[in-house]
Each structure stands twice: as structure tokens, then as C-alpha cells.
Antibody
Framework: QVQLVQSGTEVKKPGASVKVSCRASGYTFRNYGMSWVRQAPGQGLEWMGWISASNGDTQFAQKFQGRVTMTTDTSTSTAYMELRSLRSDDTAVYYC???????????????WGQGTLVTATS | DVQMTQSPPSLSASVGDRVTITCRASQFIMNYLNWYQQKPGKAPKLLIY???TLRGGVPSRFSGGESGTDFTLTISSLQPEDFATYYCQQTYTSPPTFGQGTKVEVK
């Protein structure tokens, strides 16, 4: 079945970087893109950006431009999101998600990872 | 960025009630409006896309509609498993933006 499995909980100091992985299975990874969405404790959903697994094209929310890198490894069907210069307000659950439906917009997210808690604390 | 304003932020309802959540876009988004359900500690789950298309496997008590720049999610008869937080999302322009969420609680 279609599945996205993310890496585990991370605890980082402010100023550090974190890299979260998302391994896909059950579909042809290179034919779709991957979005990253985060959710701070008790807050709503915030889209961070998207990467095409076929050619590496990216789109980012302006607030993350210059601080986030998204990559994919088609040999292992894995997407990565690296966030640099962490601040305490980056503490959140980070989700990878993709849209596999041919009849929906590609940023309509029908498949989600389980989430990765990233805590930035001194 | 397109601002999505959901109302109400929370509501209390009983099993069997009809529940409607509204999402208003700050500008034209055509019909590129999606609805998600999220339960505590879980990832969001897509319910409805392009305003009114029910995702496969989602119960028919869920429906979506629109009137101008207002979009609605209706649960015709609330079930125990429907107590959750619901988010709208527009995908007409990038960045895709979410509403703040509506928490549906037990009355």
C-alpha cells in the first residue's frame, strides 16, 4: 500500500540544522512531488514547500526561502527536508505529504507521513 | 498570499447533529478548495477536494459546497469518529494556504 515513513524525533539547539527524511513506497516515486507541512504545538498547518521528484524543481513559502533545502533520492524513493538556523519557534511536527490523485491539484495532499517532532531548545 | 478564514474556530455538537464549517478566501480561488480532518496526534486526512469531490472511502455524510468566496464543509449526521479538527486549504495559487482550523467537540 502507499506509505510515507518519516525519520524519528529530533532535538536540536537553536542555530543548528535538522534534516528529516521521508521514505515512500507503494507508488512510482519519481512521477510525483513531495510537500512538507509543519504544525507547531497546538497550532494549525503551515505549508513549507514542494519538490518535484522527477527533476528537482522546488517551490518554497517565502518565509522559509534561504533557510530550507528540499532534496530527493530516487534510488531509495526518499525525500529530505533540511531546515537551518533553527529557532525555538521552529519547534513543530514536520510532515511530508504528496498528492497522487490524477483528478486533483498536485498540492492537494492525499498521502501523509506520520510526522517528525523537531524540538529546538537550549 | 491568499488568506483562508475558517469559522467557527470551535463548535460543540452531539452525535446525530448536522454540522457546517465555513471557509472564506481573501481572493478568488476558483474551486481549488480542499478539506482535511485531523485527530490528535495523527496526520491530517484528506476528505474532500476541488470543493465538493469526496475522496474514495470517505463517508457520504461529508459534503462540500460553495457560495461565491465562501466554501462549506457539512457533516449531515455527526458520528462519534467525526470529533476532530477540520482544515480547509486552497491550492489555486502558491503558496497553498490553510485555514486556522475548526475543532468539533462533544457537547
Amino acid at each position: 500500500q502507499v506509505q510515507l515513513v518519516q525519520s524519528g524525533t529530533e532535538v536540536k539547539k537553536p542555530g543548528a540544522s535538522v534534516k528529516v527524511s521521508c521514505r515512500a513506497s507503494g507508488y512510482t516515486f519519481r512521477n510525483y512531488g513531495m510537500s512538507w507541512v509543519r504544525q507547531a504545538p497546538g497550532q494549525g498547518l503551515e505549508w513549507m514547500g514542494w519538490i518535484s521528484a522527477s527533476n528537482g524543481d522546488t517551490q518554497f513559502a517565502q518565509k522559509f526561502q534561504g533557510r530550507v533545502t528540499m532534496t530527493t533520492d530516487t534510488s531509495t524513493s526518499t525525500a529530505y527536508m533540511e531546515l537551518r538556523s533553527l529557532r525555538s519557534d521552529d519547534t513543530a511536527v514536520y510532515y511530508c505529504a504528496t498528492g497522487l490523485s490524477a483528478s486533483a491539484h498536485f498540492l492537494c495532499l492525499d498521502t501523509w507521513g506520520q510526522g517528525t517532532l523537531v524540538t529546538a531548545t537550549s | 498570499d491568499v488568506q483562508m478564514t475558517q469559522s467557527p474556530p470551535s463548535l460543540s455538537a452531539s452525535v446525530g447533529d448536522r454540522v457546517t464549517i465555513t471557509c472564506r478566501a481573501s481572493q478568488f480561488i476558483m474551486n481549488y478548495l480542499n478539506w482535511y480532518q485531523q485527530k490528535p496526534g495523527k496526520a491530517p486526512k484528506l476528505l474532500i477536494y476541488t470543493t465538493s469531490t469526496l475522496r474514495g472511502g470517505v463517508p457520504s455524510r461529508f459534503s462540500g459546497g460553495e457560495s461565491g468566496t465562501d466554501f462549506t464543509l457539512t457533516i449531515s449526521s455527526l458520528q462519534p469518529e467525526d470529533f476532530a479538527t477540520y482544515y480547509c486549504q486552497q491550492t489555486y495559487t502558491s503558496p497553498p494556504t490553510f485555514g486556522q482550523g475548526t475543532k468539533v467537540e462533544v457537547k
